[in-house]
């Protein structure tokens, strides 16, 4: 705008320029003919004045005329170009804003979401389709009123009005983002739940024109977002029960040989009192065995009741490698029978700030994994590795159980897929250890077969690599 105007000012002062140089021109030929007139009659006057000289000099003075009224002429011709081109400049320009406009008009249109502008005084100016539909009005009842009126804003949580506080948005120009929870209440008292935003319009002065609202409908959206955290919450209750189950298996594991000892040695007592052979050694022997048997059986008890404590949200910081030795401990029946070998390599000790009890049902899952694939094989080896990186941490299974086939490796993280891990139909799927490292501890879960050495054997297995933002760790 200001370049437009700078031009139009220079355009008028070179017309005014070439004015002023026509006029000076006309104005000094005139001066000149009225000298040679004057000349002439004084040589009239004079006798001695020579027919020749009055000639030369009306020539003379005719061949100025000709070349002011050339002039004359070309500053005109020259005036009417310039005043063509900054018409047709001055066209193209409003042509151009036209243009532009109508693209605006087309595009707020055609857009997704709701879009509504005001003026300066908070009326009104413009509402596409979209807002329309939501508002259940048409543009001619809404354009020229109050934003305040059409838009009925409340808090979904508290049922509470929510002020646009339009002035303010008008008066500082900012750009603000609306909390979430918003709710609109339509003319038929329709609820709809929505997301937006509210600008400022300025010119390129910087001078506040108005506002413009967008917002879009997240109705559906929210229903599906809860609709997911209700599916996540029978997920977790489902991963709780199967890890239940794999945790009563092992506790049962445990139980056997001190429930054992202690049977033997009550029958043992039994039998000698009965033969009259029973001494207080023996007798003392045998009870300090049984109240040992009852004490392991205790410890047992207190390893696994943290995994029947309910789940909370709550953040602890808890060091990766303890957690790995508890989880380890309830399978150390099971891994002993089966004569599975189990190596943690952790080259520090490495913090982490999460839900520990979640983190070690997530482990537990894994290494019931682990065990199903060796359980089979000659070389039953099983190892965790703990690595800090730059930007997180990584904790890896590897195990010797040859691999998974390579024509469902990318498949297994589906949901009700089964592999020849869960032959026996019990433990966490690998769907909803994914789901928990990712909704749980904003992680990510990746499984690889590799081969590998270990005491001069070449092995092979699946390795479960679980990703950890370090972010969210303590070292």
Known sequence: MKINKLKNLILLITLIIIFLIDFGLIANINNKWNETLKRIETLNSEISLKEEYIKNALEKRNEEFKWALFLFVLSNFIGVILL????????????????????????????????????????????????????????????????????????????????????KILRLGKIRVMDENIGLINKNNKLFEIEDSVASIKNKEGKILGAVFVFHDVTEQNKYRKKLVENEKIM???????????????????????????????????????????????????????????????????????????????????????????????????LKENNIKVNINTKEKIGFYGCENELMQIFIGIINNCIDAVISKKDRFIFIDIYKKEKEIEVS???????????????????????????????ISLYIIEGMVKNLFSGIIKVENENFSFKDKKLS???????????????
């Open 84 to 167: 063509y081109l900054y018409r047709k400049e001055k066209n193209e320009y409003e042509q151009k804003l036209y243009d532009e406009k109508e693209k605006a008009i087309i595009t707020l249109k055609s857009i997704g979401d709701a879009v509504i502008t005001i003026d300066e005084n908070a009326n009104v100016t413009f509402l596409n389709l979209v807002a329309q539909k939501i508002l259940h009005c048409s543009k001619e009842e809404v354009i020229g009123k109050k934003i305040n009126d059409i838009l009925n804003l409340i808090d979904i949580k508290t049922n509470k009005p929510i002020d646009l506080e339009i002035k």
């Open 236 to 334: 977790l209750q489902q991963s709780k029960l199967s890890a239940m189950a794999d945790m009563l298996e092992n506790m049962a594991h445990h139980w056997r040989q001190p429930l054992s000892l202690i049977s033997t040695l009550a029958t043992g007592l039994k039998i000698k009192k009965q033969i009259n052979d029973l001494d207080d050694n023996y007798l003392i022997e045998s009870l300090e065995n049984i109240n040992q048997s009852s004490q392991n059986l205790s410890k047992i008890i207190d390893d696994f009741t943290i995994f029947l404590r309910p789940t909370n949200k709550k953040n602890d910081y808890f060091l990766l490698d303890k957690s790995l030795e508890k989880v380890i401990t309830i399978f150390q029946s099971n």
């Open 397 to 427: 299974f590897l195990d010797s159980g040859g691999g998974i086939p390579n024509d469902i490796i990318d498949r297994i993280f589906e949901p009700y897929f089964t592999t020849k891990y869960k032959t026996q139909g019990k433990g």
């Open 461 to 475: 297995g699946a390795k479960f690599s679980i990703f950890l933002k370090l972010e969210e760790t303590l070292v």
